[in-house]
């Protein structure tokens, strides 16, 4: 079967960083028939120097890496407010690494070994939220600004730095301001797919939306159900209440 077939078109150079020569061989086989430019890395080092001279679309990331860890790049970018999305991957099933590589500004997570149709699927998923048609410009719901063109939100005059993912969790909320999403159509509509770790890193992206957006997010947990986006309480933010 082509990984290519029923797909896109190109979206760009997308730099692989794997120390592990037979998986990088793969992933960029998969990738480039899938109609990507593919840089690789082996190392944390030769990421770092490839991202700033190739400025590419998206990572694939492994997080153990020789001289400077996966965790400890994504780290080192998102602290020089660089965004561009990055997919860890990892031989370890371990759910506070994970967890922590989300929290650090990870877009998704995939753990070794995994179909490279998946991963590619889920790349094609992270770039099509961060460069996807909007089918409206602009959302306001009180003090809370989301524009769907620019990809940008305000609140309260600050301008929050989110990931690809942070801001479709916001935007998809916000486009339907007080329903009440479940986390598995939150993982639909944003991940594009649904697994028991994308249960987890639901909560783990909200937690980081509501710390960035700080005070009177808006963002409502509904406990056993998942989360809603309320339009009073961003309201009622902006004389400081929280939400």
């Known amino acids: 079967m082509n990984p290519r077939a029923g797909l896109d078109a190109p979206a760009g150079l997308v730099l692989v960083v794997e120390d592990e020569p037979a998986i990088a061989a793969v992933e ?17 080092r030769a990421a770092w120097a490839a991202v700033k001279a190739h400025r590419p679309v998206a990572i694939v990331l492994d997080v153990g890496l020789p001289q400077i860890d996966g965790i400890e790049l994504c ?6 407010d ?14 506070l690494e994970r967890l922590l590589a989300l929290e650090l ?23 099509r939220r961060t460069n996807g048609p909007a089918t ?18 305000v609140l309260r ?12 969790l916001l935007a998809h909320l916000a486009r339907s301001p007080g329903r009440v999403f479940s986390r598995e159509q939150l993982q639909s509509a944003v991940w594009g797919h649904a697994d028991h770790a994308s249960g987890r890193s639901v909560d783990v992206h909200i937690a980081q939306l509501r710390a960035k957006l700080g005070p009177g997010s808006g963002i409502r947990t509904v406990r056993g159900v998942g989360y809603a986006l ?9 004389t400081g209440s929280a939400g």
């Open 28 to 44: 960029r086989l998969y990738l480039t028939k899938a109609g990507f430019g593919v840089e690789t890395a082996a190392d944390g």
């Open 75 to 80: 780290r080192r970018l998102r602290a020089e």
């Open 82 to 95: 660089d965004w561009t999305p990055i997919i860890f991957v990892t031989a370890r099933d371990d759910e």
């Open 105 to 127: 500004g990870g877009d998704d997570y995939l753990t070794k070994p995994f179909s490279p149709r998946e991963l590619v699927t889920r790349l094609r998923a992270v770039l």
């Open 136 to 153: 409206r410009s602009r959302i306001v719901l009180g003090p809370l600004e989301v524009d769907l063109e620019q990809r940008s939100v």
């Open 157 to 168: 005059g600050a301008r929050p730095a989110l990931t690809a993912t942070e801001f479709d």
């Open 230 to 238: 309320d339009e009073q309480d961003a309201e009622a933010a902006a």
